[in-house]
């Protein structure tokens, strides 16, 4: 097709309004089959959707809602969870008929995940569909997003071995980027506030601001507050480890083996000293 016809009917990208609405659409058509009604949930049934039943759920809230989307500007299939949990919360645990439903989008922040899962799924959840984030070749040669996230923490590991708040932030900085590539940093901060500490969300929060051609733009009372927090050093190592794990064909461990080593960080007695 023509460059000039392909660009007059190209599908706009979804804002992060179109997204929620979305993904809260799906929910209310998987929850009824994840929560049946008068039946205690059994202790999995956040997981009990597969991603084709997750899928399928939104494609389908798109068409009900009138939202031309391509399937890539789709929410993730966390979004749609956490609106599960949102509904189950409203609820009371008791499933509604869908017609009882709230029309209105629910424009407050998501509910933390941190609340109803084990901290170690979340991180999984989050970093999952970075496989599916492609970028830009000329920033990031090596490939997705989960690919280098595995080698910034990689190179965490090897720096920081037991400084597990540090490798969580190596490990997650980029996790908004399946969820708003427009803003990633916002969008990755909320989806972990309540799931890690103070000091890694505020390591992800300010992991760009280091960019050299940031860091040039930032407000000279942003710059000094950086400057003088207790966990600059913290950024600056961040910021070098950011832009060196971004080799082609690195070595990485998988993201099964990574959660591993951060559980098994718990277990060390020089945690409790």
């Known amino acids: 097709m023509h460059d000039r016809y392909r660009n007059r009917y190209r599908v706009p990208a979804a804002s992060a309004r179109v997204r929620r609405q979305i993904a809260l659409e799906a929910a209310r058509r998987l929850y009824g089959t ?127 071995p037991y400084d597990e708040e540090f490798l969580l932030a190596a490990l997650l900085h980029d996790v908004g980027k399946a969820i708003d590539p427009q803003d990633h940093v916002a969008a990755g901060a909320l989806a972990l506030r309540g799931a890690v500490t103070e000091r890694t969300l505020w390591l992800i929060e300010h992991h760009m601001d280091r960019l050299p051609s940031r860091e040039k733009a930032l407000p000279a009372r942003l710059k000094r507050e950086l400057e003088s927090s207790e966990f600059f050093d913290d950024l600056k190592l961040l910021r070098e480890l950011d832009d060196a794990g971004r080799v082609p064909g690195e070595h990485v461990e998988t993201l099964d083996e990574v959660i591993e080593y951060l559980k098994g960080l718990e277990e060390e007695s020089y945690l409790d000293e």
């Open 34 to 160: 994840l929560i049946p009604a008068g039946k205690e949930p059994p202790a999995d049934w956040l997981d009990a959707a597969s991603p084709s039943d997750l899928y399928v759920a939104k494609r389908k809230a798109a068409a009900v809602l009138g939202h031309r989307i391509r399937p890539g500007d789709l929410p993730s299939d966390a979004e749609v969870r956490e609106q599960v949990v949102a509904l189950k919360r409203a609820s009371g645990g008791e499933p509604e008929p869908a017609a009882s439903m709230p029309d209105v989008v629910d424009e407050s922040p998501p509910l933390s995940l941190a609340s109803h899962l084990d901290r170690y799924a979340v991180y999984k959840m989050r970093l999952e569909p970075l496989e599916s984030v492609k970028q830009n070749p000329k920033y990031h040669p090596e490939g997705d997003a989960l690919f280098h996230s595995l080698q910034v923490f990689q190179l965490a590991r090897d720096t920081r």
